[in-house]
């Protein structure tokens, strides 16, 4: 499996971005899929998650409103448009997948096998 992610880049305060994830080497359709981040010093936290069919989306408390998660099932790639951004936004976006298929929404890192190589994110004040 291999999750490739792009869209990253400097933007102000306020601005927007809309990141990508391109997935090979796995039936991207049965998959859930999801977003986290890591900021300097900190852990990785969760952003959004999405289901395999795309029904279904959650996200974290400090994004909810302005990012918003989506999937194109027949070009194996998942979305994240981020909206009215934040300096508290800056950190590398990781696109994720978990080791099952047609699994659950999941929201801890260690329920995810699959990380792509992530891309990074930088809000200006």
């Known amino acids: 499996v291999q999750l490739q992610a792009s869209g990253g880049g400097l933007v102000q305060a306020g601005g927007y971005l809309r990141l990508s994830c391109a997935a090979s080497g796995v039936t991207f359709s049965r998959y859930v899929m999801g977003w986290f981040r890591q900021a300097p010093g900190k852990e990785r936290e969760f952003v959004a998650v999405?289901?395999?069919?795309?029904?279904?989306?959650s996200y974290a408390d400090s994004v909810k409103g302005r990012f918003t998660i989506s999937r194109d099932n027949a070009k194996n790639t998942m979305y994240l448009q981020m909206n009215s951004l934040k300096p508290e936004d800056t950190a590398v976006y990781y696109c994720?997948?978990?080791?099952?298929?047609?699994?659950?929404?999941?929201?801890?890192?260690?329920?995810?096998?699959?990380w792509g190589q992530g891309t990074k994110v930088t809000v200006s004040s």
């Open positions: 999405i289901s395999w069919s795309g029904s279904s989306t």
């Open positions: 994720v997948a978990p080791q099952k298929q047609f699994g659950f929404l999941y929201f801890k890192v260690t329920e995810y096998a699959y």
